[in-house]
């Protein structure tokens, strides 16, 4: 049974950090891509970060310079830095594996929340 299992989010006042993380049972998690999604009331889910079994990074315009994704394969972990947060990105923060190089197998955690508010 595979289970991604995030914690991390909360409630951050603007300028504040954020680090997420994302614990992932039951795949062979070095074989995956991992990412982090979020997804805004009345809004689409969107690409915050990703990281590749490489390590190779891709960035949502939005993430870049201010968010950090890494990720530990021996620990089945992927996690997100967050920086300088700002309220837009307040969201529900999903984390994301996709098996390579087809993508065939996709799977989601159940999200966790991030609220960016003075």
């Known amino acids: 049974q595979v289970q991604l299992v995030e914690s991390g989010g909360g409630l951050v006042q603007p300028g504040g950090s954020l680090r997420l993380s994302c614990a992932a049972s039951?795949?062979?998690?070095?074989?995956?891509?991992m990412g982090w999604y979020r997804q805004a009331p009345e809004k689409q889910r969107e690409l915050v970060a990703a990281?590749?079994?490489?390590?190779?990074?891709n960035y949502a315009d939005s993430a870049e310079g201010r968010f950090t994704i890494s990720r530990d394969n021996a620990k089945k972990t992927v996690y997100l830095q967050m920086n300088s947060l700002k309220p837009e990105a307040t969201a529900v923060y999903y984390c994301?594996?996709?098996?390579?190089?087809?993508?065939?197998?996709?799977?989601w955690g159940q999200g966790t929340q991030v609220t960016v508010d003075s």
């Open positions: 994301n594996a996709r098996s390579v190089p087809t993508g065939v197998y996709n799977y």
């Open positions: 039951g795949i062979i998690f070095s074989a995956y891509t």
């Open positions: 990281i590749d079994s490489g390590g190779s990074t």
